[in-house]
């Protein structure tokens, strides 16, 4: 019923192959190692547009196409080919990957200019598009498996780019354990799968699902795992604690990886999975319910941080809360979900790109107590920072209101206390963004100078400034097109049958002019207190005043996140792994060793009747001839 | 004359010997009795013969000899030697197989 | 038509010209080592182009009466898993013989003796693999401990003797238990049968009674319980792959261990099914505490000793073995298989380039170790890849394997299989941690001028770089050749639905 299309695999192939080059080349490679990587991730960025052009040309219900390349797994009836699947919902990613990722290519050409390894730092960002790019066109999930830790792969070399420094390996390898803890989520739901349906195909688990193959409980396990699976990728409670420490990357990574598109993953894999979590009414409402902690916990860590990344980390982690939530609320919410990632990806990719000019600028500093100022030394990345500024607190008619007032409204349709509640909560992280990121706004770029004495602020060459231009545009209008006749709804749904007509005529709690107006204030009561506790006049001093109550001082420490999961995990792994070093040397290994002594014991036992005497020898023969013959006639009598 | 007198003569012969062996400490002497005990033995194996009719205790007493004869030409050749190298030729002296 | 005899003497003959040699010529006699390995290794693959994967049961059979009054006859064949551990023996022996071109200089022993061990070893590897006579097999498995020993014993480093020793007594211990079930198995054919027979095809024929299988069971399983090694007969494993030169601990642990996986598969489940399942949850249990045991002491060993943690590592991976073996599933049975070649890469990659830090360093300690992807890359990257292989990343073959495996457990018992998965977190804990504290991090001092790796090692490892990767996508090349004996000895278990999707 699909077509075939027999470009896919060159998306994942162009550069697939560029990274391999890239890595197994030899320094002569230095010199052109950026363009070969740039001009694989824009080749791939090309044949994603041809194939988006290709599907628009099609009707709705044909756009899916899918190339099988090869056998890749098969033992019994467990069978999964290596093929890829291309519909309205992963050309989505496919652009926005490869669109945003030449874009931060580009940027890095400069921002990485005076590194001598930029050569293997373009080869990591090629492998990265290459996984994720496998991750989104994979038709089953054993596939999306390989392209789910291809990517975590990419994000820990990443990640550990400058890994010389103890604190970024360990950076690195905390966010690689933690995505492994999704990945056994992933892992036991692509079993599930197999045992309920007898395929781990999305088609396949859906027809699956649809025929009513698997019991509730099933269905309900198989959402959990795949809710794990997408806590870990995407750093939502309880596994979040990773992106915070994983802005030790480059920060064209953070911009791309961290912030874009790997930790978006986690939306995708759930909205891929709709027709599960659609029956899974339990699981349903923990992806509600991890979404809606998340988006607050986030928020709450993105008021105390006064590194302008980890602020932004944080701030992702939120926004990714808010399109989680979306995303439990059922077949209206997958595609105001991917509207706010896609919108989110290109204001944050856009903020961090931004944050990494003014970096560049500033001697590397991080932080913002040793900004103020800069609007006038940085004019393009004032101005375009701004602009994503505006679109994530949500003002009209940027992208993040048409994004995020739709998530508010569907949140407070939810029904009941539940619709209030999680109103009430999507509410309250608006304005908390507002108020984070106007802090983050006015401690960079307004108010005094407070640079260190060595700081010359410079705006950033033009290989930088234009891809942050290009996003800023893409800030100020995509979610006004999308929003054009509900045009991006009604192209996805064909994946998610949400039937968006239905929707408009349901029953709204509040109507959506009431709820964008409460959403207005909200963000306007957030900026204001942010005005003013850091506005005009406002003294920041240099070093994180001390005198701060416990709930400011819990939140520095990221709400306790690393001390619970060290209590929790660490220690009492620490000191089992000391106990069975110990039960191994002493009681197993001694057990066996035991056995070796004791022969040797009676060993040595034995052999003091070995005097050396000759006639203490003969005595024994003696003795033991009479005592055979004293045997012999005791018997016989 | 009963053939029970050789048996009781073979069993003083063997006591004797074999009381030689414990006691004395004269590597040389402890060997001749070691010979008197296997004299006794091939006394007693001609004396069953006699009794049972048949050969085979003979035939014993002839491989006992051969072996004794074998014995005396390595025993009395180790004997020199340790004398030769040990100034000694009391067996409680030659104790180097201990551990 | 012998192709099978005259493939495993070819070694041995290249062992005895090696023993003819002179002594002082040592780079001749590698020469002569790595030319004859070489030639065994295409001969190998030469017969293996001759397999046909469509048939089940031995193939390339040969027969010869050898002791006709006890039944017992020199016989040879393969199968699709016997076929694999021989390729992966032969393959990895010649790169063995050029990664270690310098390992047995400055030992007391002579080089050309190591190397000629070392086809005399690869000839046992070949027999007890080929061997479809159980005494045969018997024969081999007892001979493979010689060269071993020596190899452990006169070229290893620090504690060697009492390795080899260690090492030699294990071994022997499971092998006499073995011994007796083999006699148990000549008195009950010999009954039953009219003539005492060892052919393992003649045997499944037996009906034992209960009593008399699980006893008989047990012998063969803690033998082969005792090579894999699984937990609690684990403790020889660490010290033998410590004081063995790295290229002996590849072969060790690469080759020798799947003997235990191997004969399992072969004797085990073939000759006592019943058994088997009477133990099958008993030993499903035992598979779980080795994945965890294995894993928690080699997390343990990142403070210690890079060749003990990776010797805990495979207990870890061998425990996913048995577990899959057990799971008596079509998916967990090939899933085994494949496993015990993708660990017998990646397991070789990770002791030779663990060698060669080693040699460099001249220490094994991890903490000794540091920075060294700035010193030498190369080195550090070939060792990281193996490393990930080793946690099963998706896309290098030790994924497939682990995921059939996992699958095929949840078939039957899902809750194992949900504890065995929580087993990768771990596998990422015990690779990451020494490579950040060996690879990561600034320069230790004494670091600051080791060589990368040079020509002759690049050439040995590339291969199995390769490999590793090439089979993460393309497993089915291998499973192809798996699947037809798997399938086959898991239908003969009679064990109701093998497989899932149809409930």
Request: some cysteine; aromatic content about 10%.
């Amino acid at each position: 019923m699909n077509g075939t299309s027999q470009m896919l695999v060159y998306l994942i192939a162009i550069p697939l192959f560029s990274a391999t080059v890239l890595l197994l080349g030899s320094r002569a490679l230095d010199k052109v190692g950026h363009i070969i990587g740039t001009l694989a991730s824009t080749a791939a960025f090309v044949v994603g547009l041809l194939e988006f052009f290709a599907m628009l040309g099609r009707a709705p219900e044909n756009r899916a196409v899918t190339q099988p390349l090869f056998t890749w797994i098969e033992v019994g009836n467990f069978n999964v080919g290596a093929t890829l699947l291309l519909d309205q919902l992963s050309i989505c990613f496919v652009l926005l990957i490869t669109g945003v990722g030449t874009l931060i290519h580009i940027y890095s050409i400069a921002y990485m200019s005076h590194d001598k390894d930029r050569r293997r730092f373009f080869a990591f960002l090629n492998l990265f598009i290459a996984a994720m790019l496998l991750l989104v066109l994979g038709d089953s999930y054993l596939s999306l498996y390989v392209g789910w830790e291809g990517v975590g792969l990419a994000s820990y070399l990443l990640i550990g780019f400058w890994n010389q420094k103890p604190a970024y390996a360990t950076a690195a390898k905390k966010a690689f354990v933690a995505n492994r803890v999704g990945d056994v989520g992933l892992s036991l739901a692509v079993m599930i799968a197999f045992v309920q349906f007898g395929s781990v195909s999305f088609s396949g688990v859906a027809e699956g699902v649809e025929a009513g193959k698997a019991s509730s409980l099933a269905l309900n396990c198989l959402g959990a795992a795949l809710l794990l699976a997408a806590v870990g990728k995407s750093a939502q409670f309880p596994l979040q604690a990773w992106l915070g420490d994983a802005m030790a990357g480059p920060t064209p990574v953070s911009a791309l990886i961290h912030a874009a598109t790997m930790v978006t993953a986690g939306v995708y894999l759930i909205s891929r999975s709709h027709f599960v979590f659609d029956v899974a009414s339990v699981a349903q409402l923990l992806v509600v319910i991890v979404g809606a902690i998340t988006l607050l916990f986030g928020a709450i860590i993105g008021m105390a941080k006064d590194d302008i990344k980890k602020a932004l980390a944080a701030s992702t982690m939120s926004q990714i809360g808010y399109m989680i939530l979306a995303t439990g609320l059922g077949p209206v919410g997958y595609a105001f979900a991917m509207m706010h990632l896609l919108t989110h990806g290109f204001f944050k990719a856009g903020m961090f790109l931004g944050a990494g000019s003014v970096m560049h600028g500033m001697n590397d500093e991080v932080d913002m107590r040793k900004y103020g100022a800069l609007r006038k030394y940085m004019p393009v990345t004032f101005i375009t920072f701004g602009l994503g500024y505006l679109a994530i607190i949500g003002v009209p008619p940027f992208a993040g209101f048409y994004s995020k007032d739709k998530i508010i409204e569907i949140a407070l349709d939810a029904g009941g206390a539940k619709g209030i509640i999680l109103g009430s909560i999507t509410l309250l992280g608006a304005a908390i963004t507002a108020f984070y990121m106007s802090r983050v706004m006015l401690m960079t770029f307004f108010g005094s100078k407070r640079w260190e004495a060595d700081a010359h602020p410079h705006e950033s060459p033009a290989l930088m400034t234009i891809p942050m231009v290009i996003l800023a545009i893409g800030s100020i209008s995509a979610g006004f097109i999308f929003n054009l006749g509900d045009r991006f709804i009604n192209f996805l749904n064909p994946v998610f049958h949400s039937d968006h007509s239905g929707h408009g005529e349901k029953e709204h709690l509040l109507p959506p002019i009431v709820v964008s107006a409460l959403a207005l204030t909200a963000v306007a009561i957030g900026v204001s207190i942010a005005i003013a506790k850091y506005g005009r006049g406002k003294s920041i001093p240099a070093v994180a005043p001390a005198d701060v109550s416990v709930w400011t001082k819990v939140a520095r420490r990221d709400l306790l996140q690393d001390d619970l999961n060290e209590a929790l995990f660490m220690r009492p792994g620490q000191e089992l792994t000391k106990a069975l070093a110990i039960v191994d040397e002493k009681v197993i290994d001694g057990a066996v060793r035991g056995v070796g002594s004791l022969t040797l014991d009676v060993a040595s036992g034995v052999r003091r009747t070995q005097t050396g005497f000759v006639r203490s020898y003969a005595l024994w023969v003696i003795v033991g001839a009479v005592g055979i013959l004293a045997t012999i006639a005791v018997m016989s009598l | 004359m009963s053939l029970d007198n050789y048996l009781y003569l073979s069993a003083l012969l063997f006591t004797i010997g074999a009381a030689g062996v414990l006691i004395r400490r004269n590597a040389i002497v402890v060997f001749m009795c070691i010979e008197l005990m296997l004299n006794a033995s091939n006394l007693a194996f001609v004396t069953f013969a006699r009794m049972n009719g048949s050969i085979d205790g003979q035939l014993f007493a002839f491989f006992t000899m051969v072996v004794a004869a074998c014995e005396v030409v390595v025993g009395l050749a180790i004997i020199v030697t340790i004398y030769r190298s040990r100034r000694s030729a009391s067996v409680d002296d030659a104790r180097l197989l201990k551990l | 038509m012998n192709s099978l005899t005259i493939l495993g003497a070819l070694p041995l003959l290249g062992s005895a010209a090696l023993f003819l040699l002179p002594r002082a010529n040592e780079l001749l006699a590698k020469r002569v080592a790595l030319g004859v390995s070489t030639v065994v290794a295409v001969a190998g693959l030469a017969i293996a182009m001759n397999f046909d994967r469509s048939v089940t049961g031995f193939q390339l059979v040969e027969k010869y009466s050898w002791i006709p009054a006890f039944g017992i006859n020199f016989g040879l064949g393969v199968d699709g898993m016997a076929l694999l551990l021989i390729l992966l023996a032969l393959i990895l022996t010649p790169i063995v013989i050029l990664a270690c071109w310098n390992e047995a200089e400055g030992s007391r022993w002579s080089v050309k003796t190591f190397f000629a061990l070392l086809l005399i070893l690869e000839t046992m590897m070949i027999g007890v693999f080929a061997a479809t006579d159980i005494f045969l097999f018997y024969l081999f498995f007892e001979a493979m401990l010689i060269p071993v020993y020596f190899l452990i014993g006169g070229y290893g480093s620090g504690e060697r003797a009492a390795a080899a020793v260690k090492f030699l007594l294990y071994s022997l211990f499971g092998g006499l238990l073995m011994l007796a079930s083999i006699i148990g198995l000549y008195v009950v054919s010999r009954d039953q049968l009219g003539a005492p027979t060892f052919d393992v095809t003649e045997l499944q024929k037996l009906s034992l009674n209960n009593q008399t299988e699980a006893f008989l069971f047990l012998g063969f399983f803690i033998a082969f319980a005792i090579k894999a090694p699984l937990w609690p007969f684990h403790t020889w494993l660490p010290d033998a792959a410590k004081a063995a030169t790295p290229g002996t601990s590849v072969l060790l642990l690469g080759v020798l261990d799947k003997v235990g996986t191997y004969g399992m598969i072969r004797f085990c489940l073939t000759l006592f099914p019943d058994a088997s399942k009477q133990f099958g949850p008993t030993i499903i249990v035992l598979s779980l505490i080795s994945i965890f045991y294995g894993a928690f002491l080699a997390i343990w060993q990142s403070n210690g000793d890079i060749k003990r943690l990776i010797s805990y590592t495979s207990i870890s991976h061998f425990g996913f073995i048995t577990l899959g073996i057990f799971a008596f599933t079509a998916q967990g049975q090939s899933g085994s298989i494949l496993y015990m070649v993708n660990h017998g890469f990646s397991t070789a990659a990770l002791f030779l380039i663990a060698g060669w830090m080693i040699a460099r360093r001249n220490s094994s300690k991890v903490q000794d170790f540091g920075g060294l992807q700035r010193v030498t890359p190369v080195l550090a990257w070939t060792f990281f890849i193996a490393g990930l292989s080793s946690l099963a990343l998706p896309g290098l073959s030790s994924f497939v394997s682990e995921f059939l495996v996992l699958v095929g457990t949840f078939v039957r018992y899902p809750l194992a299989a949900v504890i065995g998965t929580l087993g990768i977190i771990l596998a990422a804990l015990y690779i990451l941690i020494p490579v950040q504290r060996s690879l990561h991090g600034p320069v230790a001092p004494g670091n600051e001028n080791l060589k990368d790796l040079n020509l002759r090692e690049k050439i040995a490892i590339a291969p199995v770089i390769a490999l590793i990767i090439f089979f993460g996508f393309f497993p089915q090349i291998l499973l192809n050749v798996i699947n037809p004996g798997a399938q086959a000895s898991i239908s003969a278990l009679n064990i109701g639905p093998s497989t899932g999707g149809d409930k």
